[in-house]
Each structure stands twice: as C-alpha cells, then as structure tokens.
C-alpha cells in the first residue's frame, strides 16, 4: 500500500505571512508529486507540481521535493484570506498511472 | 465547454438501494477516474479507466461497479447501496495515463440511510 502522508493538523496563519505545509511519502520509486487545492465544498484544482529535487516557485507558491528525504513541502508567501482551503498532497508512483493523495492539510489564514 | 460534469449533486439513498453516478467530459482526455472523499480520509480510488474500452479496480472497489460507455462517459453504479458509502463521490479526467493534470468534477455528494 503506497503511503501519502499529511499529518499536520489546521494551520492558522495571519495573512500576511508564510504559511508551510508538509508531505512524506512511502515508496522511494515516486516520479511525479502535486499540490491540489481544495476549497470548501468544492473539487481538488492542481496548483502544482514537482518532478525534480529541489524548489519550484510559480507566484506566490514554492514546492520543494526531497527524494532522499522522502518529503515534498508547499510555502504560500504572503498569504491571503483567499488561501484559505485544504491543500491535498499527491504522488504518482513508479510504474503507477494513479495518483495517491495524502490526507489533506486545512489552512485557514486570519485577515 | 463545460469540462467534466458530474450528475447527480445531490442524492439520497435508502440502504439495498440502487443507483448509478454519471461523468461526462468533454475534453477529449483518454483516462478517467472515480474517487471518494470522506471526512480525514483524503480521497481514494474507486476505479479507473486508462482508456476506452479498459477499467481497472482502484484502493476501494468493493461494492462499486464501472462502466466505461465511450470516450466520453464513465459512470459508477452501487448495485445495493450501504451506509458506509455515503461519501462525497468525484470524477477526473486526464489528457492520457500518467498525464500530469487531474481535472476533477464538481462532485456528487451522496447519503445512504
């Protein structure tokens, strides 16, 4: 059973500031991971993705992809009240065509 | 274009009830997926199907069944229906199998009395 693990609970963060988000998963054979974005109510939106170690930025959005670590985080600089959501972490294996989703992690930004 | 619609929204069920979920895009995408989505749960994977004519069980098949109707229909049915499958159901879409993007429906909320 591959693992995607978001085990954080809500985040409270002021707007304004860095909110951080984290994600391990089990299988080291990973290829591809995504941030989705969920809001209330609503179906998942992909935000992003990384294949490569290291860091992507695209806006106010950074992911970062450790593969030795086994770990893929997402920043949202200077976040704002419309942040607020549940960020979904997914991975696709290797020799996978699924994806597995993490838990989900709710970011609630205080104006 | 309307994407990837999903119908029912709403539905409620009384338990040994039958009824089947429909999803339609119209994106001409190749691979198309049935998920679930409980409270803490995240979402898992019903079924999916890589392309026409395939489908394939996901994390969570048992008492689901699939049809693939053609390239742009994939419905879920639940031949008797169960208080454990009360869920909020999606279906997403992508270009071809290992695609990148995931485009998900609206989804389909779902209670089983």
């Known amino acids: 059973q591959k693992e995607v693990e978001q085990n954080s609970g809500p985040l409270s963060v002021p707007e304004g500031a860095i909110a951080s988000l984290n994600c391990t998963y089990s299988?080291?054979?990973?290829?591809?991971f995504f941030w989705y974005r969920q809001y209330s109510g609503k179906s998942p939106e992909l935000i992003m993705s990384?294949?490569?170690?290291g860091d992507k930025e695209d806006g106010r959005f950074t992911a970062q992809l450790n593969k030795a670590s086994q770990y893929v985080s997402l920043l949202i600089r200077d976040s704002q009240p419309s942040d607020s959501a549940t960020y979904l972490c997914a991975v696709r294996y290797y020799g996978n065509n699924r994806l597995a989703f993490g838990k989900g992690n709710q970011v609630v930004v205080i104006p | 274009n309307a994407g990837v619609t999903q119908t029912p929204k709403f539905q409620v069920l009384k338990t040994g009830q039958s009824m089947t979920l429909q999803c339609a895009q119209d994106?001409?995408?190749?691979?198309m997926y049935w998920y679930r989505q409980d409270p803490g749960m995240g979402l898992r994977l019903i079924y999916y199907s890589a392309s026409e004519g395939t489908t394939d069980k996901g994390e969570v098949p048992n008492g689901y069944n699939v049809s693939r109707l053609n390239k742009r229909e994939f419905s879920l049915r639940l031949e008797s229906a169960a208080p454990s499958q009360t869920s909020v159901y999606f279906c997403a879409t992508v270009l071809s199998n290992g695609a990148d993007t995931q485009y998900f429906g609206p989804g389909t909320r779902l209670t089983v009395l």
């Open positions: 990384i294949y490569s170690n």
């Open positions: 994106m001409n995408h190749n691979s």
């Open positions: 299988d080291r054979g990973s290829q591809s």
